[in-house]
């Protein structure tokens, strides 16, 4: 199984955007699942913006960027 991060969309929303660069920045999806303690499922549907994940996964993917900065 292939680890990607598939939202690269610029113009995506708030949520996708931070997502996908924790997403990055952990080096794929499965490794962010983990790291939320969520499913991959959840994960690609919210990188694909096919849902909003809630606030304290939103936060703590942000906090992620933040540390990386």
């Known amino acids: 199984m292939e680890d990607i991060c ?5 113009n995506a929303n708030v949520f996708v955007r931070v ?4 997403c990055r920045i952990l080096g794929g999806e499965h490794h ?3 790291y939320l303690g ?3 499922v959840l994960v690609e549907l919210w990188l694909d913006g096919r849902g909003q994940p ?3 996964i939103f936060l703590r993917c942000a906090d992620l960027l933040h540390e990386q900065s």
């Open 32 to 34: 962010l699942a983990e």
């Open 6 to 10: 598939p939202a690269k969309d610029k």
């Open 54 to 56: 809630p606030d304290s």
């Open 19 to 22: 997502l996908h660069e924790a």
């Open 38 to 40: 969520v499913s991959v």
